[in-house]
Nanobody
Framework: VQLVESGGGLVQPGGSLRLSCAAS????????MSWYRQAPGKERELVAG???????NYADSVKGRFTISRDNAKNMVYLQMNSLKPEDTAVYYC?????????WGQGTQVTVSS
């Protein structure tokens, strides 16, 4: 089982980034997929999640700015991030969950700064 995030980087406030999570070794369509983030000195927090049926949930801090999506045929999960703010700076992690099983990626750094 492997989750590999990509797409992070340095972006100016107000800019956009699209994170990708490539999944392998399990049937993506059967898992709830989510993005978490962890800023320095803070606990890891849920950013967005997408259920097997396509329903989504978001942290209040990113509602209206971030969009999570999945492409089961390609074994990919995405996080489109718009109107980025300095407080969005963190390492972003992809996670898969199904009952007691969960897997994490290694994370990708997102830095929002002018």
């Amino acid at each position: 089982v492997q989750l590999v995030e990509s797409g992070g980087g340095l972006v100016q406030p107000g800019g956009s980034l699209r994170l990708s999570c490539a999944a392998s070794g399990f049937t993506l369509s059967m898992y709830y997929m989510s993005w978490y983030r962890q800023a320095p000195g803070k606990e890891r927090e849920l950013v967005a999640g997408i259920w097997t049926g396509g329903s989504t949930n978001y942290a209040d801090s990113v509602k209206g700015r971030f969009t999570i999506s999945r492409d089961n045929a390609k074994n990919m999960v995405y996080l489109q991030m718009n109107s980025l703010k300095p407080e969005d700076t963190a390492v972003y992690y992809c996670k898969s969950s199904r009952f007691a099983k969960e897997f994490w990626g290694q994370g990708t750094q997102v830095t929002v700064s002018s």
